[in-house]
């Protein structure tokens, strides 16, 4: 296989071409308290669903930044991560 800027990016060890997969643990969880924060809207619990979104986000994209099976996953792990704590600065 040659090795272009495509390759480097998108394929994996493998040579597989991987821009997304089935979501990790962190990223369900981040899914699940994300939509039960719609239903629990104010309150303690929607605190607590806040922060066990932000934390499991943040989990994820920590992981694609170091552990990512290609440049995108990891530069999406970067965009994600930078992201999350920009919107905290505000």
Same mark, same amino acid.
């Given at each position: 296989?040659?090795n ?6 998108f ?6 071409i ?10 369900? +969880? ?5 939509? =039960?924060? !719609? %239903?629990?809207?104010? $309150?303690?619990?929607?605190?607590g ?11 994820w994209?920590?992981?694609?930044l170091?552990?990512? +099976? ?5 530069? =999406?792990? !970067? %965009?994600?991560?930078? $992201? ?7």
């Amino acid at each position: 296989m040659e090795n272009t800027f495509f390759n480097q990016v998108f394929r994996d060890r493998n040579g597989k071409i991987v821009m997304a997969q089935m979501p990790n643990l962190p990223l369900i +969880v981040w899914i699940a308290a994300s939509l =039960l924060k !719609l %239903i629990f809207s104010t $309150g303690r619990l929607n605190m607590g669903l806040e922060l066990i979104a932000f934390g499991t986000l943040f989990t994820w994209a920590w992981e694609e930044l170091f552990q990512g +099976v290609n440049y995108f996953r990891r530069t =999406l792990g !970067l %965009i994600v991560l930078v $992201g999350l704590v920009a919107s905290k600065i505000q």
